[in-house]
């Protein structure tokens, strides 16, 4: 079980408004990212965001560019665990691969506000959020495999590549 | 048993395996993958996975077109180190600043087909499916994982199916049926799913047309998009292709999630306003609102009948604000200077920029000033897309988009075309 404060926000929340287009090929360094994430959404977020918060957000939370930044960005800011009614499916499969969790949960941001905290139980699979219990749903082993290792890139690491031949 | 979905057939054929159903988890071996400028950064990625060739550097393709030519020197940074990473590796396909826009050009080469996988790193990667190909957009460190290993992850999806019968009426256009599919069902309407087109009204759309509908449906928040291809789109390949093909149909019986009929005759010219591309409305609600730029070109509508289409409206006026023109490839760029229409387009008062992706996603060459509004060809309109958070998107058709740029203000272009007849029969009778 574990404790986290809260940031929400709206329903179709695009990965313009997460991590700005204008950075994507200038902007390397991912704490950088983290502190213009959600700039012309939030301008409180970067600057007051701890480790261990998680966002709660509406429908369909990332549309938009397949840009990952939007996750990474989110990620350094300490962000580990995202909550959406539902997700962009390849911002999903962003955060998966990037050891972010994402968690669908439909209704829960129309009962939180920003500041408000939540428990999470990864054992039982719920979410306790005033007093009342909201399912996690369970992902496919490879999917779960993946996000446990803390993502594509570490899964990768794992694996006994061929030397490259001399050029 | 019930029959399958193009997307169920296309994933178990790439996954090798015999059959898949929605909801499936395969390791999908893509028959092609691409990223563009984003590569350098993909690069990174790659080498922290320890992986130190690309698994099959023939099936990897690589364009320069997001920000191409390089407007700062970090952006030409960027390009060089991809220049040099595509030597290093042996990387087949690799295109230039000024090929094009990647979907463009890798339909224009014929480096995907019918019935195989393509997965980029670019979210329009749905575009492939109007060639009947399974195209689907993934991320950065995805994409490395595809260089390494040449295999993906992908959950099967549900799919969709939309059925469209009847014409198009003139002066509305493939276009303003996307931007109607999004009006009706939002921006989530096709979340995580397959759309599948059906119907005889795809055989009335011509190739330039059908290139629309998929690279829209990533507005949709569709995985993937797809129309049965025919005779058309294998003569369209015959030319460049360098492999042989098997195309695929969904089965009579597949069971679909949503099943929805458009009858194309029904429709009318769309307009998108501020700030997403579902906020759809019929041009005629929207006609007189200012606009301080106007944009044709991108992936959605910058092919050559795209340019014919705003030039038919543009011949003989001159526009009222600046009014950019970026063709989606060299391709469409020699077409349209062969025909007269780019001659047509600069008479009208408008500028051709380099094949790219131009102003698209706010990197260069039509940036707006704070509190202007474009009138773009685009798919995207969200806040900030163009490179300028307090600037508005409207999202059109080329005809319309030329219409009001002739007039400096949201216009109708059947109004202009309707003009245009009265001269030329009053010039007649005179
Ligand atoms: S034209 Fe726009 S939407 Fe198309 S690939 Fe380029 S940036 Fe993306």
Redesign the interface.
């Known amino acids: 079980m574990s404790h986290h404060r809260v940031w929400v926000y709206g329903d179709h929340i695009n990965t313009d408004v997460i991590f700005p287009g204008k950075y994507t090929y200038t902007m390397k360094d991912p704490t950088q990212m983290a502190s213009v994430a959600l700039q012309d959404l939030d301008e409180n977020f970067a600057s007051q965001v701890q480790a261990g918060d998680v966002i709660v957000a509406g429908r369909n939370w990332g549309c938009g560019s397949s840009r990952e930044q939007a996750v990474t960005a989110l990620k350094y800011a300490g962000v580990r665990t995202l909550i959406a009614a539902s997700f962009n499916g390849l911002y999903f499969r962003n955060c998966i691969n990037q050891g972010v969790h994402p968690i669908v949960c439909p209704g829960l941001a129309d009962t939180l506000q920003t500041g408000d905290s939540i428990e999470i139980d990864l054992d039982e699979h719920v979410i306790v959020a005033n007093g009342n219990a909201y399912p996690i749903p369970t992902l496919s082993p490879t999917v779960r495999a993946i996000l446990e290792t803390g993502g594509l890139v570490n899964m990768l690491r794992e694996r006994d590549w061929p030397m490259a031949e001399a050029t | 048993m019930s029959g399958h979905t193009f997307v169920e057939k296309a994933l178990a054929r790439a996954a090798h395996a015999d059959s898949a159903r929605a909801g499936d ?1 395969l390791d999908v071996q893509p028959d092609l993958i691409f990223s563009h ?2 590569s350098a ?1 993909i690069r ?2 790659f080498m ?6 690309i698994a099959r550097p023939d099936r990897v393709a690589i364009t320069l077109d ?2 191409a030519p390089a407007p ?1 020197t ?2 030409a940074q ?1 390009h060089a180190e991809i220049r040099e990473w595509v030597r ?1 590796q042996g990387i087949a396909n690799f295109f230039e600043v000024g090929r094009g826009i990647c979907h463009q050009v890798i339909s224009e080469e014929a480096l995907v087909l019918p019935g195989e996988v393509i997965l980029g ?3 329009h ?1 749905t575009h492939y499916g109007w060639l009947g190909a399974f195209g689907m ?6 994409m ?2 595809l260089w ?2 040449g295999e993906l ?1 992908l ?1 099967v ?1 549900e799919s969709m199916r939309i059925t469209l019968t009847g014409h198009l009426r003139p002066g509305v256009t493939s276009k303003d049926l996307a931007l109607f599919i999004l009006g009706q069902w939002g ?2 309407g096709g ?2 799913r397959s759309v599948e087109f059906a119907g005889e009204g795809i055989s009335s759309l011509t190739l330039d047309q059908r290139a629309v509908l998929p690279n829209m449906m990533a507005e949709f ?3 993937s998009a797809y129309i049965p291809p025919d005779q058309a789109i294998f003569d369209y390949l015959e030319r460049n292709r360098q492999r042989d093909y098997t195309p695929l149909y969904p089965d009579d019986d597949a069971i679909y999630a949503d099943d929805y009929i458009i009858d194309l005759s029904s429709l009318q010219p769309q307009v998108a306003i501020p700030h ?1 591309p579902d906020n759809v409305h019929n041009l005629s609600d929207v006609i007189g609102q200012p606009i301080q730029q106007a944009f044709i070109g991108t992936c959605t509508n910058g092919r050559y009948e795209d340019l014919a289409a705003a030039a038919e409206i543009l011949a003989g006026h001159h526009v009222a604000v600046r009014t950019i023109v970026i063709p989606a490839s060299s391709e469409v760029l020699l077409r349209a200077t062969r025909s007269g229409v780019l001659q047509t387009l600069i008479e009208a008062g408008a500028t051709i920029n380099t094949p790219g992706c131009g102003p698209c ?3 260069h060459m039509g940036i707006p000033a704070p509190d202007e509004a474009t009138i773009s060809t685009g798919n ?1 309109n ?4 163009m ?1 300028t ?1 307090q600037a508005d998107i409207y999202l059109a058709s080329p005809a319309v988009v030329a219409a009001s740029a002739i007039a400096g203000a949201i216009a109708d272009p059947h109004e202009i075309l309707i003009q245009q007849q009265a001269i030329n029969a009053s010039g007649a009778i005179l």
């Open positions: 988890v400028d984003n950064a990174r990625i922290e996975t320890g992986a130190q060739r997001h920000a700062t970090q952006h960027n290093q790193a670019d979210s990667s957009g993934v991320g950065r460190t995805e490395a994982a390494a290993t992850w959950q999806p921006a989530d979340q995580y928040g569709a995985m997403s996603m706010g990197n995207r969200f806040r900030g897309r490179g958070a």
